[in-house]
């Protein structure tokens, strides 16, 4: 009897002492208007903390159902900041003191010396760093290896042809990491491996990201003891050593092996040819770790999201066959009468208007990151002038901007490419359509993916006419790495005439 009332007294002590040491974050949070994510039955609450993702998803999108202006998301044990105004997301996207990424991101991902989920200080080194390895220029010699294996894929397809309908989306990821690889100096033909063992990279991957994103909700497993311990962690152990992961001792190998050899040819300094050399240049001062991390980072961050958003388009361009007909008449009319074998060059790339608005209007609708959160390092003051307290999660809720009726019409829920028109698209606030995300933290890899996509997509419709028997209006969706249609990207294919 004794020993439980000191124990609930320390209990109580502890947390009056947490809301003390933390009261002016609670007070600010305090004046805020809350919205209510959800309603208070018992089945959601059980879903909150023990759903699936694609449970998560349907929270995650309900938590932005009735916002405007500046409000608060608490269940805990998140307490989101919405910011859904265009000039409130545009102040967070640019400011020098939103520049971190959540805690819980941070902290539960495993990459915290990687960019994508990494802490500011090695961030602002290694983005230095990298930025040289994306720009157009850069990206000029890297276009023959998107070529090159594209045509892998397409000697495959040919095995699909009238033969119904498949999930294009495992076909895209197996293109996509393989060509990740390439661009680090690695070859690995992933597309011909058996079908058992080319999906597992597949799999596994997703299964690492839902155990990160299933953790940051059941909030007793934020200790990494307890979380040592739960079926969880089993789960991603081994969903972790699976996954594309495997591939990065090999990658920095491999590149040891090639700068050995190098070393003897010549003693000036040049700077390295490609990024994953950059990395291993002791000048640039990374650490093993931050290595390792860094590759690993740049594999999720490339191979899910192209592959989304290049089965994304052809999903929807198997809807609306008008559109597709307009993108294959623009291939014609700049490719003339294009060969097979041939490469696409940047400069045809950049003539391809229409598809490019037609896979800017794929992602506006299907946003493969529909999510993207920071962290304010001081106090921010943002529109209504709500105080935003330090180390807030600010939640940029995509998905919501893009398909919003307020920034996009009543036909916001419509596929309509015809709103990227130039003179249309002037029309629209620039942070309401964030793909990529925006200011210095945007993505990386944003014209690596536009080519990519450009070359993919353009050699599949130029062969291919693609059908599907789904519909925009019956889509359900899924959070797992990235936005993903639950039905599947199912498509057919038969040669164009
Ligand atoms: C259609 C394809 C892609 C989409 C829609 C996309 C989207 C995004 C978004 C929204 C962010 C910001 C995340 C945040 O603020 O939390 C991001 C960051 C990033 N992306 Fe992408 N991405 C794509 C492809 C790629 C590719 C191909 C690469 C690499 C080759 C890449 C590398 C990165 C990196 C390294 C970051 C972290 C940047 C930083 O924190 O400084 N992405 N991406
Ligand atoms: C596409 O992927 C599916 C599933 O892995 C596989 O059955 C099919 O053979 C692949 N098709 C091509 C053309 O690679
Ligand atoms: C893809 O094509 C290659 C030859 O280009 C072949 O070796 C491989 O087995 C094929 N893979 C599939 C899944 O069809
Ligand atoms: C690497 O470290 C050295 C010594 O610590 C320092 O002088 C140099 O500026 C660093 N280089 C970079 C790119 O940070
Ligand atoms: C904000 O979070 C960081 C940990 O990432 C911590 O070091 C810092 O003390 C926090 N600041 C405040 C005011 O709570
Ligand atoms: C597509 O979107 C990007 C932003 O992600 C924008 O810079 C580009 O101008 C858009 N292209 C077209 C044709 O609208």
New binding site residues.
């Given amino acids: 009897m004794f020993t439980s009332e000191i124990l609930f007294l320390t209990i109580l002590v502890i947390i009056l002492g947490y809301f003390w040491n933390n009261r002016r974050f609670w007070y600010l949070i305090w004046k805020i208007p809350k919205v209510a994510a959800f309603d208070m039955t018992y089945k959601n609450i059980y879903n909150y903390y023990f759903g699936n993702t694609k449970i998560l998803f349907k929270v995650l999108e309900s938590l932005f159902e009735r916002t405007k202006g500046i409000s608060i998301v608490k269940y805990f044990p998140v307490v989101m900041v919405n910011v859904v105004l265009p000039e409130d997301i545009k102040f967070v996207f640019n400011s020098k003191v939103c520049i971190d990424k959540p805690r819980l991101m941070i902290d539960l991902c495993g990459l915290s010396e990687g960019t994508l989920f990494g802490k500011v200080k090695p961030w602002q080194a290694h983005r230095k760093v990298l930025n040289f390895y994306f720009t157009q220029q850069s990206l000029r010699s890297i276009i023959p290896i998107f070529n090159k294996r594209a045509k ?1 894929l397409m ?2 397809l040919s ?1 699909s042809e009238s033969k119904g309908e498949f999930n294009v989306f495992h ?1 895209m990821t ?1 293109l996509s990491l393989e060509t990740i690889l390439s661009v680090m100096e690695l070859e690995i ?1 992933i ?5 058992k063992d ?1 999906d597992i990279f597949i799999k596994k991957i997703e299964n690492k990201a839902s155990a990160v994103m299933l953790r940051i909700f059941k909030f007793w497993l934020h200790p990494d003891y307890l979380y040592s311990l739960s079926k969880i962690y089993e789960f991603e152990r081994k969903a972790e050593v699976g996954c594309s992961f495997i591939f990065a001792p090999q990658v920095v190998e491999n590149i040891r092996e090639k700068l050995k050899n190098d070393e003897n040819n010549n003693n000036e300094y040049e700077k390295p040819k490609t990024f994953i050399r950059a990395f291993l240049d002791p000048k640039n001062n990374f650490t093993e770790h931050e290595i390792f991390d860094e590759i690993k980072t740049l594999i999720v961050a490339a191979q899910d999201t192209s592959a989304v958003a290049t089965s994304s388009t052809l999903l929807l361009l198997g809807m609306f066959k008008d559109k597709q007909e307009k993108v294959v008449e623009e291939l014609r009319q700049i490719l003339g009468n294009f060969n097979e074998n041939e490469n696409l060059d940047i400069e045809q790339l950049n003539e391809l208007k229409y598809l490019e608005m037609v896979i800017n209007e794929s992602m506006r609708l299907m946003p493969v990151v529909p999510l993207v959160g920071r962290r304010n390092l001081q106090e921010i003051t943002l529109s209504e002038g709500y105080t935003i307290p330090i180390n807030s999660t600010l939640m940029i809720p995509i998905f919501k901007i893009h398909r919003s009726k307020e920034f996009w019409g009543d036909d916001a829920d419509k596929f309509k490419p015809e709103r990227f028109e130039p003179e249309e698209f002037k029309k629209i606030h620039p942070y309401v359509f964030i793909p990529f995300a925006k200011g210095p933290r945007m993505c990386l890899g944003w014209r690596y993916a536009m080519y990519l996509m450009k070359i993919q997509l353009a050699r599949i419709l130029l062969k291919y006419e693609i059908d599907t028997s789904l519909k925009l209006e019956e889509l359900e969706y899924k959070f797992s790495v990235s936005l993903n249609v639950c039905q599947g990207y199912k498509i057919s294919i038969k040669k164009r005439e």
Avoid: G, H, Y
């Fill in positions: 892998i000697n495959n095995k076909n197996a033909d597309q011909n491996l058996e079908e080319r």
